[in-house]
């Protein structure tokens, strides 16, 4: 994988994470909401996930 196809999907996974977290937070100010009930902590538990391990490919990449 090239190093613009790792950024790329770099920055989806912060926006993952962001998202997830955002919606975390409508969650906790309105529980009966309709977005209340998607799993948002698995959206941003993956979205971190991903960004340390592509962040750890970028690395390899710039040692070779």
């Known amino acids: ?15 993952l994470s962001a998202a997830g977290w955002l919606g975390d937070h409508a ?3 309105a529980p009966l909401a309709w977005h209340a009930h998607l799993p ?9 996930t991903l960004a340390i391990l592509l962040i750890a490919h970028l690395v390899a990449l710039q040692r070779a």
Not at 40 to 48: E, I, L, P, Y
């Open 27 to 29: 969650r906790r100010r």
């Open 40 to 48: 948002w902590n698995a959206a941003t538990f993956t979205g971190f």
């Open 1 to 15: 994988m090239s190093q613009e196809t790792t950024i790329a999907l770099l920055v989806a996974a912060l926006l």
